[in-house]
């Protein structure tokens, strides 16, 4: 018989993983700009929901950890999208959002996805700095390495690495996907 979840441990997980994202998020703020803090905060915000919404995509682990695993994931995705996280960077995110940087099914698995939600927010990132006098405007490539760093950051708190996710793909659906170097 397989163990009960037990509700407590998931909310504790899942609040933990958000208070890590948010500490995140003022980490990589702290060398700019104070401008810029909600900007990347809701970067940060953001890059949570689409991680924890791999949880559909991932390699099955044994029960009752995949349970755990995805309630978890689930309830991280709904923490990070409620007005108790997001609150007072509504129009930061509401911008995120008309710049088609949405939480999609398929930034866990299309690689084009993801490319395009990098360049979104680096887009994202150097708009808002543009909006500061030149004298207080971080270096030209703030914005990747801000981007750069938000990604292993949230991946490394919600607990899908790059190699984790790299296998994830190429070994999704139980079947291994081969690439045309391999095929040779």
């Known amino acids: 018989m397989a163990e009960a979840i037990d509700p407590r441990k998931v909310e504790a ?3 933990e993983r958000v ?11 702290k060398e700019l700009p104070a401008p810029l803090a909600p900007a990347v905060r809701a970067v940060c915000i953001r890059l949570g929901e689409m991680v ?15 349970s755990e695993r995805s309630a ?13 996280v997001s609150s007072g960077l509504e129009k930061e995110l509401q911008t995120l959002s008309e710049m088609e940087l949405k939480s999609t099914g398929s930034w866990a698995l299309v690689p084009g996805a993801q490319a395009e939600w990098i360049t979104t927010a680096v887009r994202y990132l150097e708009s808002a700095s ?3 006098p030149p004298s207080e405007r971080p270096d030209p490539y703030f914005a990747e390495d801000v981007v750069a760093g938000v990604i292993v950051s ?8 790059e190699l984790h996710a790299r296998t994830e793909a190429r070994y999704s659906g139980g079947v291994k996907i081969i690439r ?3 095929q040779e």
Request: aromatic share 4%.
């Open 13 to 15: 997980q899942a609040d």
């Open 19 to 29: 208070r890590q994202i948010l500490a995140a998020a003022a980490s990589w703020a």
């Open 52 to 66: 924890a919404d791999q949880r559909h995509y991932l390699a099955p682990l044994p029960e009752p950890q995949e």
């Open 72 to 84: 978890v994931l689930t309830l991280l995705a709904q923490r990070l999208a409620s007005t108790a």
């Open 130 to 132: 543009e909006r500061l």
């Open 154 to 161: 949230v991946r490394a708190v919600v607990g899908i690495d």
């Open 180 to 182: 045309e170097e391999e």
